[in-house]
């Protein structure tokens, strides 16, 4: 067998989605600013395929200045009226002043215990491995999901539900939800 048809199944065959499957999905990622990155992107892929937010990350990054919470926790109105009017992002009122609060909350929580500290305790500290065996074995969601999105919201973050909070911990490497066909699930267990 092949690596592709041996990778999981959601990343089809697209060279962007297979790069990222391969390059950074459930990689354990510590880094507090990787991870308020991703969360952020995650939030404003409510509702749409993963694959507009990749198509478009870079577009964002330069539009939300490096996703730098501390310099976005001091935007406001006239920012929202530019990045309204970028097409090259997700032009949605709620999910950029959600960006704002989740860069707020960010500063706050890494100046008290440290952000990555924060996420990566809800799966004590290191990545849970689901032995998904097919993908018909994935959940949306689980207790610890739950438990990150009830966390989150209580500090400030919006768009963070239980299904956008698991898909941010799969994504980071809380989870590691590579079928166990995948050769990468044993890469990112080792990396754990």
Known sequence: M???TQRC????????YVAYHDDEWGRPER?????????IL?????GLSWITILRRRETFRTAFAGFDPAVL???????????LADPGIIRHR????ATFAGARAYVAIEAREGFSNFLWKHVGGQ???RQLGQLAQAV???AESVALSKALKAEGFKFVGPTISYAFMQAVGMVNDHLTSCPWHGKMAAEA
């Open 9 to 16: 199944g959601w990343c089809g065959s697209d060279p962007l």
């Open 42 to 46: 995650e939030g404003f892929q409510a």
């Open 140 to 142: 949306a969601q689980t």
């Open 2 to 4: 092949t690596v592709e």
């Open 94 to 97: 709620g999910k950029i002043e």
């Open 73 to 83: 926790a001091t935007w406001g109105e006239a920012d929202t009226l530019r990045l």
């Open 127 to 129: 990545p849970m491995d």
């Open 31 to 39: 880094d507090p600013r990787a991870l308020f990155e991703c969360l």
